[in-house]
């Protein structure tokens, strides 16, 4: 590392990364809201757009905005890697003393931006989570899928997730510096940064409504990060499968003894139901262990193969040097 961006590093107070896919209706918003909360700040900052694979007018966008916004810096990627990859993106290369995550639809408010650093500040603490205490804009299935995502995290993973807050939070440069250290891989970050046991502290906001555009978090996506986040955090899934196999194994020599004694006192019966149904309940056992085994031998797989989870394809920042 040069000597050159050191020195740039260190003048800066607070980065500000955004990821953003596909939100050219939200970008225009996105800056009335974001850059008159920073420039009031009164010390140097910078905001990283990470574009992550944009394929609508965003790219295009994000450079007019640069022309009259020195502080933004686009970081864009070769392929669309996903929020948590483009996450990892902005935080690899933010340079400030703080950085701040936030989601370019403003449904989590820039305006908490000031309260984060205040706290931090006053606090000594490295973290300050931005927690959701109002979610009565998103719909009825939304605020249900949270809570039981929240509910089974702080059980499966530990007491120590702080429930309803994503990935709007500051965190110090230390934090920062200690994420960099992990592997390339695919990071829950929601699940990481609490397990640091960095002091913390929070800063609770009313969730508000999409700035514009469609969400780019979808139904599927929802789940697949939430499966994420069991087999990188928890065994329970596997000792659950181990449960159930002992479970099978009782149930199997309960209906032996059972077709025992049945035949022993002659009152044997065709029993085909019995037989479809016990057949059926060991095949799904089978295949439900079958299936967690695999969930964690596909995350073994990825690590082995020891892929980047994102390329950068440009970085303005670098463009100036």
């Known amino acids: 590392m040069s000597a050159v961006y050191d020195t740039r590093r260190a003048s800066i107070a607070l980065s500000v990364v955004v990821p953003i896919f596909n939100e050219e209706e939200s970008l225009p918003v996105l800056a009335e809201r974001l850059r008159p909360v920073l ?3 009164g010390e140097p900052y910078e905001v990283l757009a990470v574009d992550d694979g944009s394929t609508d007018q965003t790219p295009h966008l994000l450079e007019d905005l640069r022309s009259v916004w020195p502080q933004l810096r686009i970081v864009t990627l070769r392929r669309n890697s996903g929020h948590q990859a483009a996450l990892a993106a902005g935080l690899h290369r933010a340079r400030g003393a703080y950085t701040v995550s936030i989601d370019a639809d403003l449904q989590d408010p820039p305006e908490v931006i000031p309260d984060m650093l205040t706290l931090a500040r006053t606090d000594g603490l490295d973290i300050v989570y931005g927690v959701r205490t109002d979610r009565s804009t998103d719909t009825g299935f939304k605020r249900r899928t949270a809570a039981a995502y929240y509910w089974l995290m702080r059980r499966m993973v530990g007491s120590f997730v702080p429930a309803q807050a994503g990935d709007f939070r500051l965190l110090s440069r230390p934090v920062v510096d200690a994420l960099k250290s992990f592997p390339d891989q695919r990071q829950i970050y929601r699940l990481l940064i609490p397990s640091l046991g960095f002091p913390s ?16 978090y979808p139904l599927h996506k929802m789940i697949l990060l939430a499966l994420d986040s069991i087999t990188s955090f928890s065994v329970i899934p596997l000792r659950l499968a181990t449960a159930m196999g002992a479970l099978s194994l009782v149930v ?7 077709t025992l004694v049945v035949y022993v006192t002659g009152n044997t019966l065709p029993g085909w139901t019995s037989l479809i149904v016990t057949l059926l309940f060991f095949g799904a056992v089978q295949l439900f262990c ?10 073994i797989y990825n690590s082995v193969q020891a892929r980047p989870t994102y390329l950068i394809a440009r970085d303005t920042e670098e463009e100036q040097q």
Request: proline content about 0%; aromatic content about 14%; glycine content about 14%.
């Open 39 to 41: 420039d009031v700040y």
């Open 201 to 216: 502290g929070q800063i609770t906001y009313r969730r508000g409504e999409r700035a514009a555009g469609t969400t780019k």
């Open 252 to 258: 199997c020599l309960a209906f032996l003894t059972w």
């Open 290 to 299: 079958l299936g967690m085994l695999g969930e964690y031998v596909a995350r």
